[in-house]
């Protein structure tokens, strides 16, 4: 079945210059394999388009059971050089939440 990653997960996200770093952390370390198999850096960068202009990144956590990506060109410029509402990133997390992934019964 499909279900929104905010079922199973929470985020936070910010930036630094013109990359913004996006942090999914599982509500439970039962859903972190989960995380992991449907959360890749190439579906990230799918999911948000042409927003992101440059490649994605991810970096496991197992210990927090969360993943970490950069996103390389995602600001526009960044800060005050950015004419896009959300210069900083600060709602990327929010927007990454709303992905469908793909889990089983056994898995939720």
Do not use: W
């Not at 394999?33 to 449907?38: D, F, G, H, I, S």
């Amino acid at each position: 079945m499909k279900i929104p990653l905010s079922q199973i997960a929470h985020g936070r996200s910010g930036d630094k210059g013109d990359t913004s770093n996006i942090g999914i952390i599982a509500f439970n370390e039962k859903h972190y394999p989960l995380l992991v198999r449907e959360v890749t850096a190439e579906r990230v960068k799918a999911h948000f388009g042409a927003l992101i202009e440059g490649r994605v990144e991810r970096f496991e956590l197992p210990n927090l059971g969360a993943l970490n990506f950069l996103c390389y060109g995602a600001l526009g410029g960044g800060g005050t050089l950015s004419l896009r509402i959300d210069a900083q990133g600060k709602t990327l997390a929010a927007g990454l939440l709303g992905m469908e992934i793909d889990a089983d019964a056994a898995e939720l």
